[in-house]
């Protein structure tokens, strides 16, 4: 008997008239892992979430209709609440991409572990607390005691997902539903995570597995079901999907996929007589002359605890310098540091030749424009009042007014709630435009020309004008991530900062928004730092790269000689941990 068991699963959502799965048949046997891989809205999450009873709920009801549905043998179309509370967590545990906002926040680690041992009644009373350090220990979590009694936001990324993944698992369910659950981790962590699945699927586990990494799928999955608008378009045997696709859809998501054979190439493929064909990127060229910044010696802590030790490098216009390492190794502290949004302990970071650290703010201020940050998360990111036209526009109107500390720090999650977004003088618009670097924007025709100049920026990263009236949580992830990008180019800036840029975006998408970071950076000669836990993307868009480890460089150099020929055993530990997909490159 199958552990599930669906034919021509059907779900809308009559309010919002969608509908996201049409005709969907899949079935899931005991030890065995089937993955879904497919673009933003192509129903993959909501047909995993269907299968526990969780499709839609609230203001966004779902209708599921299916000619049969079968879920451990019992007609789930028979289901009522009760039914589909008793089943999760006793038959199917649920592993969710992002683990801070699954994690109750009210409670320690430990109790919301409890919580699955209580409710299922799978050890007595005396016996949980024992058991849920068991759990943390199985899933890797160090010092699992200390972290029981900890918080959600107390821990790292890959702590949280691993505590997550405990929860799931704390009833031994014959089935994991794991949606997206290692896109914001590490490659080496990761690994573990990968490794723990395999060694749940290996005791007998089903697992349904959700991602947009095919690398990931390929590491673990013995079946592939590949959708788009809601339909199953092609699935079959793991290997034989990946390696030998037959639908142009799953060839052109194959062609996505960053590597070190894609360099210089765009990863958004056009499909011609059944073959995904990539076109060259527009050349560019990198400005040796003179650095546009220069890092020296730096060195950052926090508290009593270094965090970045000893760290230098320099940036040329139009290059790309990747930054990898693990989660804690320094990476995000260090942009933070450039961004002038920390100040270091030690060392000196100047920006155009001019001292950028160790000033103060005022004498920063007014270049604020000449270096932005494009974040992991944008929605964060943004005022949730803001439409997208104010978001894009608000650069703009610090810039010219040059107002006091609204002015202070750069567009993007980079800074604490309440602040605001980056500024100083944008450079390179012609008087024609209407701005002005003294005046700020006034009633009339400036009013018109940065209505104007937002809709340029709109086009500029591939959004309708219309899209200034909407709000960004109406937008897709990878449009929001566009708008990201506009706002950060507002001001014409000389250095971005790249913040895992991409990780939490589907193949396609993240293939669209890397093309567009290099169009522009062809175009305008922007220097980027770009910092990735993902080793293929980084292959794929720098020229250089730093290995971090506990805030120092471990290694750097040329991307193709670090990662071809690395000298640092830890930058081998790295590489050595990345899933590598099966299938040829297109």
Known sequence: MSLIDVEDLRVCFPKAGVRAVRGVSLSIEAGECVAIVGESGSGKSVTARSLVGLAGQGAEVAEVTASRFAVNGRDALRFGARDWRRLRGRFAGLVLQDALTSLDPLRTVGDEIAEVLATHDVVPRAARRERVIELLEAVGVPEPEMRARQYAHQ????????????????????????????????????????????????????????????????????????????????????????????????????????????????????????????TPLPERTVDHAAPILEVSGLSAAYGSRTVVDDVSFEVYPGETLGIVGESGSGKTTVARLVLGLLEPASGEIRLGGDPWSGIRERRRRSRRSRIQVISQNPLDSFDPRYTVGRLVAEPLRGASADRGSSGGVPSGNAFPPGGSSGNGSPRGLSSESGFSRAAPFRRGSSRGALADRVAELLGRVGLPADVAGHHPRRLSGGQRQRVAIARALATRPDVLVCDEPVSALDVSIQAQVLDLLAEIQAADGTALIFISHDLGVVHHVADRVLVMRGGRVVEEGHVDEVFFLPRHDYTRELLGAVPKLVSAEP
């Open 155 to 278: 821990l790292s990324g890959g702590l949280r997902q691993r505590a997550l993944i405990a929860s799931a698992i704390a009833a031994s369910p014959p089935l994991i539903i794991a949606d997206e659950p290692t896109t914001a981790l590490d490659v080496t962590v990761q690994a573990q995570i990968l490794r723990l699945l395999a060694a749940r699927k290996a005791e007998g586990t089903a697992l349904l597995m959700i991602s947009h990494d095919l690398a990931v799928v390929s590491a673990v999955a013995d079946r592939v079901l590949v959708m788009k608008d809601g339909v199953i378009v092609e699935e079959g045997p793991t290997g034989r999907v990946l390696s030998a696709p037959r639908h142009d859809y799953t060839k052109l998501l194959l062609a996505a996929v960053p590597s070190a054979v894609s360099r210089g190439t765009r990863l958004s493929a056009i499909a011609a007589g059944g073959i995904a064909l990539r």
